[in-house]
């Protein structure tokens, strides 16, 4: 949502940061309320890290995800798996590699049988599917299966045109295989260059499967032959047994580790790759290895050479790993501006045009391991059905951020330009997910992160990224980057850096139901500083005027939060403490008097009803705050509001009731409830509240016995 549900005015996206005047523009603007900040933080999070923010640290899955993978708590066992696309050397593939492969073949829920029977009919197939889906071992062996022996490999590099002239008799083959065929809108497909394979097969007595990828230029009339790989436990179930014996692999296959191994999408070379660490039955490596492809698919997408479109598509890899279940068409767009920076990396004066269509989205989601699909998602003008991104594991986007950051430091001013962009955004999911990727780098690499990215945001002109880095400060400490609470209190209490002071007053509202009693005493602090700082100055500096007004505003937060026993308890002593520490507290108390929410009850009054506790301690900053000269209007203009709402709401009315009775522990303090309820009237001409008379009975009752 954006602030207090106001559409955000002047142009949105990253582009507004450079906008004539729109840095001047954004100075002046106010800064989010904190209720909207928290909402948003609430609203916009990513799931998939654990990051949800509703009151104390529920991060479980981002601190299993980030330790376990990013910081590298666990031993790491890395894997091979074999470079994207890479080239085959023509020439006679090994009988004994074709026996070996034969071995470990699996056909089951596959349609191998009917391939086989259309290779022995036609001669020539050209099977297509997606990558990493075991093409190249499905060819070699509906070959073996035919006895198309020897089988010789083809080179790919050739013309679809001339591959029919490169087939020879002197070769002494009768199967062939040409894995992954490079079709391009140069060199398409066509159904004639298919034919003229099938008469030259016939010719050599021979047989032939081309392997390819989905491409939009293969001719209409090529009938491709469609192939998808058996399940991950087909595989497991097939082939462990064949290396530990059934009894064995019944007890492999029943652990957890494989259960979750099996829960997320697998590529074929990562299931066969598992039978042999499974039959090492070392179970701290069958536990670990899960992580570990995930940790090896992300190092190999980001150690290819580098072409425009495939830096073009890492940078989406960077964008969908910032913007998980996020709308595609917002990850698609704001991915183009990184490429855009990537681009320029090294060369300010890099300024070449980029493409407006490139891969489309089916292809560049596979390519991402990652699906779409639709879901509602919160906007500041209310939900909207999109079509969203989301990797199939949820743990690659943080190892991709990690891997970015601190695997490939040339590529950090790039980012950073990206992410400052994104902290000025008119849209407060991008912000949201902008502050949950530093919070993440933060974890990865604390000091770069401060230097760089968060004390710059926290010194801003802009309140928008001056409240980014609050985001990315509160996110940090959620999913357990150290010493936030730490930098947090030590700004809070800075008296020479306003703005650095402001976000920290401002973080330590949102991280504060952890440790209410720290964050009051911090508040406090700063509380008693400007006040007596005041006395020594005849004005008050904008910077000190901004911090004065956020210090209740974190307090009103710790009072309806989770936490609201422990940080009433540690507030009502305050009535009789300094006179800083006590206008803090009735200031703070009365911030969380005026807030109202979307159910019935007042959430002030709710905190009442958790505990008889929490009610005697709102009775007693009640009480101080109506006998208080600089607060009494502001708390009994809350009681009427409270009374109104009562009216309507029969558990409200009980609430206040059992409320005012403690507020009124004398003839002083009843008298003055007596009056205020005496004197509750009805908003825009409505009756007056008929539950106010009730009230002042219900008070009269007690005082009649004393």
């Known amino acids: 949502m954006s602030e207090e549900g106001v559409p955000p005015s002047g142009p949105k996206g990253p582009a507004a940061e450079q906008a004539g005047g729109a840095q001047a523009a954004e100075a002046e603007r106010p800064a989010?309320?904190?209720?909207?900040?928290?909402?948003?933080?609430?609203?916009?999070?990513?799931?998939?890290?654990?990051?949800?923010?509703?009151?104390?640290n529920h991060g479980v899955t981002a601190r299993q995800v980030i330790g376990d993978i990013i910081t590298g708590g666990k031993t790491e066992n890395h894997y091979n798996f074999g470079g994207l696309g890479g080239t085959q050397v023509s020439g006679e593939i090994p009988a004994e590699t074709l026996e070996r492969l034969a071995d470990d073949f699996v056909p089951e829920g596959t349609p191998f049988a009917r391939l086989l029977e259309k290779l022995r009919e036609e001669r020539v197939i050209v099977l297509a599917g997606d990558p990493f889906t075991g093409r190249r071992t499905a060819a070699l062996m509906l070959l073996h299966h035919l006895g198309a022996t020897p089988v010789c490999a083809l080179d790919r590099d050739v013309r679809p045109s001339e591959l029919s002239l490169r087939l020879t008799a002197g070769d002494g083959a009768t199967g062939y295989v040409l894995c992954d065929l490079d079709i391009s809108r140069e060199h398409p497909l066509r159904e004639a260059h298919v034919l003229a394979l099938r008469g030259r097969m016939r010719e050599l007595d021979g047989y032939l499967v081309v392997t390819a990828g989905?491409?939009?230029?293969?001719?209409?009339?090529?009938?491709?032959?469609?192939w998808h790989p058996p399940a991950a436990l087909t595989v497991l179930a097939a082939l462990v047994p064949k290396k530990t014996g059934a009894e064995h692999a019944r007890r492999l296959l029943a652990l957890p580790a494989v259960a979750e191994f099996l829960t997320h999408e697998r590529q074929i070379r990562e299931v066969v790759r598992y039978v042999a660490v499974l039959a090492e039955a070392d179970e701290d490596r069958i536990k670990q290895y899960s992580l570990d492809t995930l940790v090896a698919q992300v190092q190999e997408w980001f150690e290819e050479a580098e072409t425009p479109v495939q830096l073009r598509e890492k940078a989406f890899l960077i964008a969908l790993a910032a913007f998980d279940r996020g709308p595609y068409a917002l990850t698609a767009e704001l991915s183009d501006i990184l490429y855009s920076a990537l681009r320029s990396t090294g060369d300010e004066t890099y300024q070449k045009p980029i493409p407006v269509f490139g891969t489309h989205i089916g292809k560049r989601l596979q390519n991402s391991r990652a699906y779409s699909y639709e879901d509602e998602e919160t906007t500041e003008w209310g939900p909207v059905t999109q079509v969203k991104a989301a990797f199939h594991d949820e743990r690659v986007a943080p190892v991709v951020l990690r891997e970015v950051w601190t695997g490939h430091p040339a590529a950090r001013p790039a980012l950073i330009k990206w992410l400052n962009a994104l902290s000025v955004d008119g849209r407060p999911f991008v912000r949201t997910r902008a502050a949950a990727t530093v919070a993440v780098l933060a974890y990865t690499d604390l000091p770069s992160t401060m230097a760089l990215i968060i004390e710059p945001w926290a010194g801003a002109r802009e309140s928008r990224r001056q409240l980014t880095a609050v985001s990315a400060l509160t996110l940090a400490h959620r999913i357990g980057a150290p010493n936030i609470p730490r930098i947090v209190d030590a700004w809070s209490v800075s008296g020479q850096d306003p703005k650095r002071c402001w976000?920290?007053?401002?973080?330590?509202?949102?991280?504060?139901?952890e440790r209410p009693a720290e964050t009051l005493s911090a508040l406090q602090a700063q509380a008693r500083h400007l006040y007596d700082k005041g006395l020594n100055q005849s004005r008050t500096g904008a910077g000190d005027q901004q911090v004065s007004e956020e210090l209740p505003q974190s307090v009103a937060l710790l009072l309806l939060s989770p936490a609201s026993d422990a940080a009433l308890d540690a507030l009502v002593p305050a009535l009789k403490g300094h006179p800083s520490a006590r206008a803090l507290a009735l200031e703070g108390f009365l911030t969380a008097c005026e807030r109202w929410d979307e159910r019935a009850c007042p959430p002030l009054l709710r905190v009442a009803a958790r505990s008889h506790s929490s009610s005697a301690a709102i009775a007693r900053l009640l009480r101080g705050a109506l006998n208080d000269r600089t607060a009494n209007e502001r708390a009994e203009e809350a009681v009427r509001g409270w009374v109104r709402t009562a009216d309507e709401d029969p558990g409200t009315a009980r609430v206040l009731a059992d409320l005012l009775s403690s507020v009124a522990v004398g003839t002083r303090d009843a008298a003055r409830l007596d009056h205020l309820l005496d004197t509750v009237r009805g908003l825009d001409g409505r009756p007056r509240p008929a539950v106010a008379d009730r009230m002042r009975a219900a008070l009269a009752r007690p005082l009649a016995h004393t």
């Open 32 to 56: 989010q309320e904190p209720w909207a900040a928290r909402r948003d933080l609430d609203d916009h999070a990513p799931s998939s890290m654990g990051l949800h923010f509703r009151g104390t």
């Open 214 to 226: 989905r491409s939009p230029y293969v001719e209409d009339t090529v009938e491709l032959s469609a």
């Open 503 to 513: 976000v920290g007053v401002r973080a330590l509202g949102l991280i504060g139901p």
